[in-house]
Nanobody, 126 residues
Framework: VQLQASGGGLVQAAGSLRLSCAAS????????MGWFRQAPGKEREFVAA????????SYGDSVKGRFTISRDNVKNAMYLQMSDLKPEDTAVYYC????????????????????WGQGTQVTVSS
């Protein structure tokens, strides 16, 4: 599976961005997916995850209520709608996927993911 994240950019605090993750090589219907981010000098952080069915979702505490993860298995894509952005959301955002036999399963740990996109930079100015 090849993943490509896009949609990052520079936005003012309280603004919104929508990240996309396009997949090729395999259908995403059999893959749990997630978003992670890494700010300079910090460890990679869990942002959100979605089950292969799209029914179950999970969010990191710092983004709950502001970010929404979704997927479109027909388009072979995943999205992250980010609202009320804060300067501390500034980071490189990575999408990830892993094969799973569990339609409702959620993967919150980066070590559970096999495939990673190249990352897209999100910068939030104050």
């Amino acid at each position: 599976v090849q993943l490509q994240a896009s949609g990052g950019g520079l936005v003012q605090a309280a603004g919104s961005l929508r990240l996309s993750c396009a997949a090729s090589g395999r259908t995403l219907s059999f893959y749990g997916m997630g978003w992670f981010r890494q700010a300079p000098g910090k460890e990679r952080e869990f942002v959100a995850a979605i089950s292969r069915s799209g029914v179950s979702t999970s969010y990191g505490d710092s983004v709950k209520g502001r970010f929404t993860i979704s997927r479109d298995n027909v388009k072979n894509a995943m999205y992250l709608q980010m609202s009320d952005l804060k300067p501390e959301d500034t980071a490189v955002y990575y999408c990830a996927a892993t094969f799973t036999t569990q339609p409702m399963g959620i993967k919150n740990n980066e070590y559970e993911y096999t495939y990673w996109g190249q990352g897209t930079q999100v910068t939030v100015s104050s």
